[in-house]
């Protein structure tokens, strides 16, 4: 077995682990100061104020390219499913008044008028 006070990973690693140790102290005492907090939030909000505007200025080059934003795109999608939901709505609303009439359906489910004009007679003429 080899020694381990000359194994050169075994020094690594103590010297890794007390690098981290001291390390960790630091950040501790670091974050537990009110001027760290104090930063934090100054940043957050800077952060958040450079978000804002470029948002704004995306929503401006949209704007002048002529396409719409996602507020527009999400807006459009709500309204189309809105229409859809009615027009299945309808759609089964038109079926039972078929049904109630007597209105022959399709094999498709499209209701079909009623068939009024008779075949022609053995001798070429209509009925």
């Given at each position: 077995?080899?020694?381990?006070?000359?194994?050169?990973?075994?020094?690594?690693?103590?010297?890794?682990?007390?690098?981290?140790?001291?390390?960790?102290?630091?950040?501790?005492?670091?974050?537990?100061?009110?001027?760290?907090?104090?930063?934090?939030?100054?940043?957050?909000?800077?952060?958040?104020?450079?978000?804002?505007?470029?948002?704004?200025?995306?929503?401006?080059?949209?704007?002048?390219?002529?396409?719409?934003?996602?507020?527009?795109?999400?807006g459009l999608?709500?309204?189309?499913?809105?229409?859809?939901?009615?027009?299945?709505e309808?759609?089964?609303?038109?079926?039972?008044?078929?049904?109630?009439?007597?209105?022959?359906?399709?094999?498709?489910?499209?209701?079909?008028?009623?068939?009024?004009?008779?075949?022609?007679?053995?001798?070429?003429?209509?009925?």
């Amino acid at each position: 077995m080899t020694d381990k006070t000359n194994d050169p990973v075994a020094l690594w690693q103590k010297m890794v682990g007390e690098m981290e140790k001291g390390f960790n102290s630091f950040a501790n005492q670091a974050m537990s100061s009110p001027e760290f907090s104090q930063a934090m939030n100054r940043a957050g909000g800077v952060a958040a104020g450079a978000q804002k505007q470029l948002g704004e200025l995306v929503e401006k080059y949209l704007v002048a390219m002529n396409l719409p934003s996602r507020e527009q795109v999400t807006g459009l999608a709500e309204r189309l499913q809105s229409i859809e939901v009615q027009l299945d709505e309808m759609k089964s609303i038109l079926s039972q008044m078929a049904a109630s009439s007597g209105i022959s359906q399709g094999s498709d489910g499209t209701p079909r008028p009623p068939r009024t004009k008779r075949p022609p007679s053995e001798n070429g003429e209509q009925k």
